[in-house]
């Protein structure tokens, strides 16, 4: 490494136009204004991208020699700190996640790959099997990037977004920097609880992707998508203190769902064998059930029952006897939202959300031309949803609406009054004021309350 304090000669001027047309900028453009800090060298061929760390003093290149270099720089010197190799061809780009201590990295290698920054480990390898990648780029704001390849470009996300969650009466749980967090809506005090298994070294772990919680036992299922999908039973401390407590010994399996289905036993739903697995406290498996149909994925449902959730409906099944009670045709289910008292459910898909009763009656159906990111039931039985850019309602009439727009996506979790609570991007508690006087009215005709219509009329802003 060499450093460079001098500047370079005044260059000359080929002819006296030339000369005119700089003098005008010779203050922006002199080269005598321009000085070389620092030579960094270490590449044995061509250097095609570097760029610098959004917080820290670290330089990121790449270039034909297939090797991603990270170079650590002061006001005195800069030098190499490490070199990421795995590329076996060109390496046209790369970059630092914007939030994570991650370094993306695309190739004529046709591969776009994930190395951890600490560790300088790959953690992820994504591929194309057709078309060389030359640019990367990120989104400013949102958790997006792009890179782009012979014939186009892609547009992606590295992790789920979505904080696992699950409410309770008037707290929330909620997963956030590999913590379990108990949020009071009472008086409003979030605190941690338990810390959560993280990666081993040189390993990627993705977030967890739901939460199941057992008041009774004071335990938590978590499911993520690690090794083909996993489940974690934790027991949460029975008293809060503010400061993170031992969670004692932590019990796991394979399985793509996990659902509680009574105080001392949950359902594990193994999709590559299609078996649904009853398990105890221990962890024990206590029965094996054959699903009458192929599931993609279980959601909770009122006692011993379980949807089952298949490419083309959703089936209402019975563990205890093994019975399919109902089913109902839908696109494939992402996520369930069942009512305060159970007696109504909202089978969530991409852009479709199908509303029906406990026993999978079909009440309407509500299509979105984006997709729905949640929802959630208030007291007096509407629905409440959100999408990228909205939070909207839907009656069980079919009835629907804009309630407010949102500058950033959000996930319901309750509706106390006017108020929205969710959780952000970020898995941070937040409240939405809303006026929930159009749907309360739409809802008062409908149930042909007419005092309601006439106090609402007197008392309230209708447009």
């Not at 002061?74 to 030098?79: G, I, M, Q």
């Not at 970020?426 to 106090?455: C, M, W």
Request: some cysteine.
């Amino acid at each position: 490494l060499r450093r460079k304090s001098a500047a370079g000669a005044q260059p000359m001027m080929a002819d006296p136009l030339t000369a005119q047309r700089m003098g005008a900028q010779g203050d922006f453009f002199n080269v005598t204004d321009v000085v070389v800090k620092f030579v960094l060298e270490g590449h044995t061929r061509g250097v095609n991208w570097a760029t610098f760390h959004p917080t820290m003093p670290l330089v990121l290149s790449c270039g034909d020699d297939r090797q991603v270099k990270i170079w650590r720089m002061n006001d005195s010197r800069a030098w190499e700190v490490d070199t990421c190799r795995g590329h076996y061809n060109n390496v046209n780009s790369a970059m630092f996640h914007p939030k994570r201590d991650f370094i993306l990295s695309d190739s004529e290698d046709k591969t776009i790959r994930v190395w951890d920054t600490t560790r300088r480990t790959l953690l992820q390898t994504f591929r194309r099997e057709q078309d060389r990648f030359w640019c990367l780029n990120a989104h400013p704001e949102l958790n997006l990037f792009a890179a782009g390849h012979d014939n186009g470009l892609i547009v992606f996300k590295l992790e789920r977004e979505r904080p696992a969650a699950a409410i309770h009466q008037n707290s929330l749980l909620y997963v956030k920097d590999s913590q379990v967090r108990l949020h009071n809506f009472g008086d409003a005090s979030d605190n941690p609880t338990i810390a959560i298994r993280t990666a081993p070294a040189g390993q990627y772990l993705p977030p967890p992707r739901s939460m199941s919680f057992n008041p009774a036992e004071k335990a938590i299922l978590l499911t993520s998508d690690a090794e083909g999908g996993t489940y974690e039973l934790y027991n949460l401390p029975r008293q809060i203190t503010g400061h993170i407590a031992d969670a004692g010994q932590t019990r796991r399996g394979a399985g793509s769902s996990a659902i509680w289905t009574g105080r001392n036993r949950f359902a594990v739903f193994d999709k590559g064998a299609q078996q649904i697995l009853i398990k105890d406290l221990s962890n024990q498996t206590t029965k094996t059930i054959q699903p009458p149909v192929v599931v993609d994925a279980i959601f909770s449902a009122p006692g011993s029952q379980l949807l089952l959730a298949t490419s083309t409906s959703v089936v209402l099944f019975d563990v205890q006897t093994r019975q399919t009670i109902a089913e109902i045709s839908a696109a494939p289910v992402k996520y369930v939202a069942w009512s305060s008292d159970m007696s109504t459910v909202a089978l969530l898909c991409k852009h479709t959300i199908t509303l029906a009763n406990k026993q999978l009656e079909q009440l309407c159906q509500v299509h979105e031309t984006i997709r729905i990111k949640s929802a959630v039931w208030d007291d007096s039985g509407v629905l409440l949803y959100t999408t990228l850019n909205h939070i909207k309602y839907a009656l069980p009439q079919g009835d629907t609406g804009i309630i407010r727009t949102i500058d950033n996506p959000v996930y319901l979790v309750r509706i106390q009054g006017g108020d929205v609570h969710c959780l952000d991007r970020e898995g941070t508690v937040q409240t939405i004021k809303i006026d929930p006087t159009e749907y309360r009215f739409k809802l008062a005709l409908v149930h042909r309350n007419y005092e309601e219509v006439v106090s609402i009329i007197r008392n309230s802003n209708l447009v």
